[in-house]
């Protein structure tokens, strides 16, 4: 497969779709912007998959793709915009620290990941390598998310992102096993982040990651 | 249906049952997890084979003997040790279940050959433990339980990357669910892009690698096991890390079976001396004493990690003996601390004092389980670290230098604890209260089991740790 066949431009363009989204993660400010971007990573996730479905010739795959729009795309996102609105209404703006190095960082990543990816999968596919260099961007991009905005929203944002990466190179493979499975499994570690935010944000303690508190327990100090 | 089966399908449906009827949780608790010990001993005397999903082999049928085990002992110290935690009867409901749950999650990813059903069941149970962490609902038990998902979903999603790249890297032999089967990855690995596998491998290290607790992604575990309740302690450190290390043992068979792959022995000996090291040097500050025996787990995975990446029949021998030794020894150290901690009215290192004075049982059963941690003998960790000294010492002379260190200084500190927490004046206690069975009974057959495993391996054990072994090198 060569640059020009529809197959291959349509899975990049679907890719490099998250993988824009994901730098507007790391620099996005407004919170209602932030959940906006995840729902459309979500849905570009589930088009992703629908397309490497019809090409692949795999049913299973446009399960995959639907469960993707409709926790990801849908539901997950009207349940943070409900959750916003109604808990913190006066918290609009999220502060997201550094936005020029996060940017670059975000850069270097991609960089790397296509560095590290490309010359080792010479065996590979075309379609299967450059997809896998895609996801392995999306995946440490959202791990930069995490690092960089040290908010829970930010955590949930970050591992959002993590996790959407990491369907998309399983989507890629083809033939992949249990790929409906294991998008679930992943699914339902988001579901518990997202409680465990909520549950934080009951406790209204939601203003930083805070396991500073755990610091007076650690036998540091005097 | 086959043992195996029965071994995931048994706490399954007691988790069923206990959620059913929440006035009987404890003792249900109890007697499944008696029953799994029973299945678990039925499947070792069945021995390895059988071809499907679950696949009991000569690495993964002791570990599951020993978890069954841990679990059973475990069963019995909670229906003590929770009824004085204040939860509600919704809580010690949902404690229970949750217990029964994680069982036949760990027996799920012990007993599975597809790797993707191994990594489904890590995080099932990753997630078991966050909820059993966070049920105290203390500020500090919410953060730990934060910090340990944060973490460990992290790790748990880049072993899934990792394994996702192993797929790929077997698609053009492998055909449907045997891209994902460990026996089926393995057999064609030779013949595989050596480039993806070192790939998949650094991904599956780094990510099964915060599961076990493996620096630089250790830092969950102090916390999850100090702030919640003192049975998770005793299960995480006895049967999570286990789970983990044999991700990385069964990633490391896989891509070590390429010749033109990065040779996987090397990252492991530099994460286990880097662990060790840090580890062993941090039991020197600890105040709180659920945290030292957490820092201790870590010190003893820094010792397995090593093991697995010296390598060899004897490494591995060493590796899977210390992992089976660990598993006995510090679940015992923590029902111990537990109990003393619930006496004393606090878990400070400073608080608990002078054990052996009011409670002779519990404080000599707590000296031993920590001279046992700090590698004294008679015990099995005693027996895996000589060996591995002594490979180390043939292998790599030059490294023999820091291993010692790293275990003369985890050992003298955790013996220096021992001193302030067993011997000297007793510190006063809130209300005079005993140790109890549900404590001393687990805790002292743990300790037995740990001295049986170096004075007289049985020998069906021996002939699979070595089989284990043979077929890992």
Redesign the interface.
Same mark, same amino acid.
């Given at each position: 497969m060569t640059f020009g066949q529809l197959p291959y431009d349509m899975a990049h363009v679907l890719g490099g779709g998250m993988l824009l989204v994901s730098f507007v993660l790391l620099y996005q400010r407004r919170t209602a912007a932030l959940v906006n971007a995840l729902a459309l990573q979500g849905t570009l996730l589930a088009a992703a998959a629908v397309w490497q479905g019809y090409v692949q010739g795999a049913p299973q795959l446009y399960v995959t793709g639907m469960i993707a729009l409709a926790a990801k795309g849908i539901a997950i996102p009207v349940f943070l915009h409900r959750l916003m609105r109604r808990r913190m209404p006066d918290r609009a703006i999220e502060p997201a620290r550094g936005i020029g190095l996060s940017m670059l960082g975000g850069v270097m990543l991609v960089a790397l990941a296509i560095l590290v990816v490309l010359p080792v999968t010479t065996g590979a596919q075309a379609l299967a390598r450059e997809n896998l260099a895609i996801a392995l961007s999306i995946v440490l991009l959202g791990m930069l998310t995490m690092l960089t905005r040290r908010s829970a929203l930010g955590q949930v944002a970050g591992l959002m992102t993590l996790e959407n990466g990491l369907v998309l190179a399983a989507v890629g493979v083809t033939g992949m096993p249990l790929v409906i499975e294991l998008s679930t499994a992943g699914l339902v570690l988001v579901i518990i982040v997202i409680a465990g935010f909520f549950a934080r944000l009951l406790q209204e303690r939601f203003d930083s990651l805070d396991t500073d508190m755990l610091h007076p327990h650690r036998g540091e100090g005097p | 249906m086959t043992l195996a089966d029965g071994m995931v399908l048994l706490p399954v449906l007691a988790a069923l049952l206990v959620a059913a009827l929440p006035a009987q949780a404890a003792r249900l608790n109890i007697a499944a997890s008696a029953g799994s010990l029973v299945l678990a001993l039925l499947l070792l005397a069945a021995g390895p084979g059988g071809e499907g999903l679950l696949r009991p082999d000569a690495t993964n049928l002791p570990l599951v003997l020993v978890a069954a085990l841990v679990g059973l002992g475990t069963a019995i110290f909670s229906a003590q040790d929770i009824a004085h935690e204040g939860f509600d009867r919704r809580r010690t409901r949902y404690f229970h279940a949750a217990f029964q749950g994680f069982m036949a999650t760990h027996f799920l990813a012990l007993l599975s050959d597809?790797l993707?059903?191994m990594?489904?069941a890590i995080? %099932?149970g990753t +997630?078991a433990c966050?909820l059993m962490v966070?049920l105290p609902r203390t500020?500090?038990a919410?953060? %730990?339980?934060?910090?340990f @998902?944060?973490l460990c979903?992290?790790g748990? %999603?880049?072993a899934? @990357?990792g394994i996702?790249?192993l797929? +790929?890297a077997a698609?053009?032999m492998l055909?449907?669910?045997?891209? +994902?089967s460990y026996g089926a990855l393995r057999a064609v690995a030779a013949r595989a892009?050596p480039? +993806?596998l070192?790939?998949a491998f650094v991904f599956l290290l780094v990510g099964f690698g915060t599961k076990a607790g493996l620096v630089p992604l250790h830092s969950w575990l102090?916390?999850a096991h100090?702030?919640g309740p003192t049975p998770i302690a005793a299960v995480l450190s006895g049967l999570l890390l286990n789970a983990a290390m044999l991700g990385i043992l069964r990633s490391k068979a896989i891509v070590g079976a390429h010749p033109g792959a990065i040779a996987p022995g090397g990252f492991l000996l530099a994460l286990g001396f880097a662990t060790l090291l840090l580890a062993a040097f941090s039991l020197w /500050? /600890? /105040?709180?004493a659920k945290?030292?025996f957490g820092w201790s787990s870590i010190e003893h995975m820094g010792i397995v990690a090593i093991a697995f990446g010296i390598g060899g029949v004897p490494g591995h021998m060493a590796g899977l003996l210390h992992l089976w030794g660990h598993s006995l020894v510090k679940p015992a150290a923590f029902f111990a601390i537990g109990r003393a901690a619930r006496l004393k009215g606090g878990q400070g290192i400073g608080t608990i004092g002078g054990l052996t004075v009011n409670h002779p049982a519990l404080g000599w059963g707590l000296v031993l389980a920590m001279a046992a941690l700090a590698g004294l003998p008679p015990f099995s960790l005693f027996a895996s670290e000589v060996l591995l000294a002594a490979e180390v010492g043939r292998v790599q002379p030059w490294l023999l230098p820091l291993l010692v260190l790293g275990l003369l200084v985890a050992g003298t500190a955790l013996l220096r604890a021992m001193q302030r927490l067993c011997f000297g004046a007793p510190t006063p206690e809130p209300e005079p209260g005993r140790a109890g069975l549900a404590t001393l009974v687990p805790l002292w057959i743990n300790l037995a089991l740990a001295a049986l495993l170096a004075l007289a391996l049985p020998a069906p054990l021996a002939a699979l740790l070595l089989d284990a072994a043979r077929s890992l090198s």
């Open positions: - | 597809n993707g059903v990594w489904v995080e %099932a +997630l966050v966070a500020p500090s919410i953060e %730990a339980a934060w910090k @998902f944060i979903g992290v748990i %999603a880049l899934l @990357f996702i790249v797929a +790929l698609q053009p055909e449907g669910g045997a891209q +994902l892009d480039g +993806l070192n790939l102090p916390d100090a702030e /500050r /600890r /105040r709180d945290r030292l």
